[in-house]
């Protein structure tokens, strides 16, 4: 925030709040390794220093400028600045494309913005007030749509964002960043094993090969493993590994590469895709390996996202993968199947999810196959409860980009889960207890009349009627009442 005299009514220090957590934006940048200790961190628009405090706590090299609590704080450039909640409570337009602009100035790796959004509007009370809401209180509030906040950090910084959450948007100064973050979203990272021997390097590089489908090279390794194996060369290293690693291990990772590859290609496409060199190595090394060139790996990866536009195609993956639930307008899949489904259905996710963000907590996430959109439902007992309740929903329509929530937390009457075998893969090691809950309650009557099941009232007046009871994940008949 610049700090200017106070010309719009409202008075912004009453909406810094004190935190005893670190904030939604602080956490999903730590889980995303964009905030380490070996990042510095400076927090544009602390307010009261909550996430200041924890991160410094962490032994994160972290400071925080405030207009109001810390405005004599010096304002140096850092590896990460984080706009936590700062853009929606400036009134003038003007002035909140410039706070963002300085904010930008100041970051040498990544800017971090975030924002309350349009979902909030039951939340904030108050008159509708130029582009925002004032309140009772004399603060003010621009709810962004999901789409609205990253198409201005966009614009204002002049690069490519990647929606990292809900209201979350990432902004790098080198694009070679963004889209290594890409890649480790998409491309499973498998940890390398602490390694203290020649012989244990060997056994790392082959599991590496296993998982991967090609032999790593020194410069992919982690530098103690990398020195074991400096003394060997390259071909005998390559030698080794390739007359241990199991065959049939090697070619499954191999496969899964190629399409994991694919998947990261058509999604740079959909984000803004670059050259070759500015892929991360390992994935230059896995284009090298398994395609004929860069430009065969992108034609394909084109031709993938094409296929999204393919009613006939995408209804016809749906219907042939072997995880998840159809129903007549779109595919439920548990996030533990979600890599078991098709490449076109796991790219059709991805894109909803980097250009809207895909929320931190969930459970099950619903292809439509009519029109055009991916939701995320979040049941926090699925695995616990043999019918969750659907706390939540977060919706992204693909045509427009637009991104929707939903509570349901304080609904009278919530959604229930039923037959919950059918949203994993069929190997799950759960899904042969939920299959038996299901073939229990099958024969007891209770799926008789699917449409009174579907909430919780209904559900348990079914159970009532057919005078059964769960106990955990098993369903037992209920004792007669004496008369």
Known sequence: MVPVARTWGSDRRLTAIGRTALSVPARQALADRQITP????????????????????????????????????????????????????????????????????????????????????????????????????????????????????????????VAAAPGIVYAFKDDRERVAFLARRIIPHVPWPVTGDTTAAIAAAVDHTEHRGRVPRLEEMPPTTAALLSHLRPTEVHRLVRTTADPDR????????????????????????????????????????????????????????????????????????????????????HRRALDRLPIVLRLYEHCAAIAAGRPATWTIAKLAHRGRSVAWLDYPDFDTDAHPRLAGSYTVDLKTLEAAFRSHADDPDRPVLHRKHEFLAPDDPDAPKYRRL??????????????????????QAELDRCARTLRGHRLVRRAAHPD
């Open 250 to 333: 090697t070619a499954a990772g191999a496969r899964r590469t190629t399409l994991d590859t694919l998947l990261f290609l058509a999604v740079e496409l959909f984000n803004g895709r670059g050259p070759f060199g500015g892929l991360p190595l390992p994935v230059q090394l896995d284009v090298r390996a398994f395609f004929a060139s860069y430009k065969e790996a992108c034609r394909r990866a084109d031709r993938l996202l094409l296929k999204l536009r393919d009613d006939t195609y995408l209804h016809g993956a749906m219907h042939a993968s072997t995880a998840g639930r159809i129903s007549p307008t779109a595919l439920y899949v």
């Open 438 to 459: 299901t073939a229990a309650e099958a024969r007891a009557g209770l799926y008789a009349r699917p449409h009174l099941i579907a909430t919780e009232t209904g559900w």
């Open 38 to 161: 070996d990042t510095s961190v400076l927090d544009y628009g602390c307010g009261r220093g909550g996430d200041l405090r924890t991160l410094r706590g962490m032994e994160i090299a972290a400071d925080g400028w405030d207009p109001h609590y810390r405005p004599d704080a010096p304002l140096a450039p850092a590896d990460v600045v984080l706009l936590t909640y700062v853009l929606n409570i400036i009134e003038d337009p003007t002035e909140r494309r410039e706070t963002l602009r300085r904010a930008w100035d100041l970051a040498s790796t990544v800017l971090i913005a975030s924002a309350r959004l349009t979902w909030d509007r039951s939340r904030v009370n108050g008159d509708e007030y130029t582009d925002g809401i004032l309140t009772g209180r004399g603060t003010f509030q621009h709810l962004f749509g999901a789409r609205e906040l990253r198409d201005f950090v966009r614009d204002t910084t002049g690069t490519r964002c």
